[in-house]
Each structure stands twice: as C-alpha cells, then as structure tokens.
C-alpha cells in the first residue's frame, strides 16, 4: 500500500497508543501497553500512513501452542484503506515465524469483519461484565450475600510456580511471565484457594484506566469463584469493576448476575490454524485480556 510503513512499537509511541484507546473507550492504561513490549517487543507493531502514525498492534506467543493478537487500534483518519489488514499479516506472520500453530482473539463486531476475510474462525463469544459497587450494591452487602471468603488466601510471589501449574491445563498452555507480571502491578487485588484437595482457584486483578480489571480468574468449582470474588470486591471497595467471562462458562454466567454484575459488550472468540489447545473454558471466570488471552 503507497504511503504505509509498519515498524516496530516503542515506548515513545505509547502517548499515540493511549490516544487511540481512549478513542476505542478501552481500560488499559500506560503500564499495560509497557507490559506488552515486555511480553513480545520484537511483535509490537505500529503503523504510519504517509509519515503520521495511524495504527497498532501487539501480539504474545505462549510458546508454540498458540499466540494471541490484540490492541488492533486504527486512528478514525486512517480507517477504510486496509491498515489494520496490513497490520494483521504482519502479525501473523511473526507468530508464524516463531513456530507458532494457532492464532487467537478477541473480536469487536467491527473487527470481526476484518478477520474473517484472513481464515479466522469463530470459537465461542465472551462477555464484558461491569459493576459500579458505589452505585449498586455496598460491597457490605456483596460480603454478606455471598457469606465468608473461606479459605482465601492472599498471593504472593512464592504462591506463583503452584498458581502456573494449576492454570496451565485451564488457559492451555504456560503462562508463568504473565502471571509474574500481573502478580506484582496490585498484590491487594490477587488472592487464591485451597482446600483438601490441594489449590482450587486464584484470581489477579489490576487498577485499569477506569475500573478494576479482574483476570486472570480461574476455579475449579463456581463456590470457589464466588469467595475469590468476595475477597475481590472487598478489597476494592467503591468503584468500578470489570472482567471478561468466556461464555461456556455457565456457572460463571450466573455468578456474575447473582453478584449483580450487567453486560456491557460481547466480543467473539476466534482462531486462526488448528486449535489443538483450547484449554477449559469453562472453569475460566476472567480472562487475562483480550490482549492476552
């Protein structure tokens, strides 16, 4: 395409990078698009038509199981001329490269238009969940109605390896740089489980732009995703809180009205190449991102 350049994202561009989130009204916020170049800084990408930027991506790899593409951002002066599409490919064919077999994400309605044409397919939908505790219900109210957080404990970095191997079969594969970076943005907001059996869930959760993003989240059992989000909840007290609830999980569908939580948008889950890791979805409460996975 004349006039397109696609070059490597740095952190002299995440000033750019916030302005087209703000566009979007998405939650990151600057330590999050750092964190991205952290993951996978040789698979940040920016875009720029004609010397003026105009787009991003990020993309992170776990391994060769599968990758995750996300943050596709194209400023409104620049939509219509095929930058995110070039942006994609460019993508896709670093995560190739790596050896990577399967490409996941997270699709908008107006992204999915785009990814289609390129082989994605879909996987399942995931819901963005949102509670104003200021405006609903006190957290007092939330503690009482789901009654004492037993067996929650906090998280701290000498949980993390027990954390890694528990999460590994739910997401797919090993996550263990992202659960240490997550682990240490706001440890007040990370808390696991256990009981006879041994570790039964965890939950890490972070200050966003605009509210709390809960996710990581995974339990084996919905009573133990009920007391991680009590402690949750508690902990943040007034505000704003989000997550991302994959939508085969049908106990979580109803942890989430029970705890009064509305949906504010749906994305499409979608993959590229064969999906032989699809992890367990349905003990995931919270992803990590759309970003992320």
Known sequence: MNGLRIRALSERDISFAMTLKNIAGWNQTEQDWRDYLYYDREGCFLAEFDGEKAATMTTIRYGTYFGW???V??????????????LLQSGIRHLRD?????IKLDATAMGKKVYVP????EEYDVRRYELDTASALSVPKHTA????AGGVQPLTGAHLKEIAAYDETIFGANRSAVLERLAIREP?????????????GYLMAHQGYEAVQIGPWAASDVHAAEALLTALLA??????????????????IGLAEK???RIQRTFCRMHLGNNAYPGEPQLVYGTSGAEKG
């Open 259 to 261: 705890a009064g939580f």
């Open 69 to 71: 593409i996300g943050m």
């Open 98 to 102: 790596q050896g990577v077999r399967c």
């Open 118 to 121: 390129l082989g994605f397919e």
């Open 73 to 86: 951002l194209v400023h409104p002066d620049y939509r219509g001329r095929g930058v995110a599409t070039q």
């Open 235 to 252: 902990s943040v007290g007034e505000g704003k809180v989000f997550f991302d609830l994959p939508c085969p999980n049908v106990q979580g």
């Open 145 to 148: 109605a789901f009654g004492s």
């Open 188 to 200: 007040q907001y990370c808390f696991f489980t256990r009981d006879d059996r041994g570790m039964t």
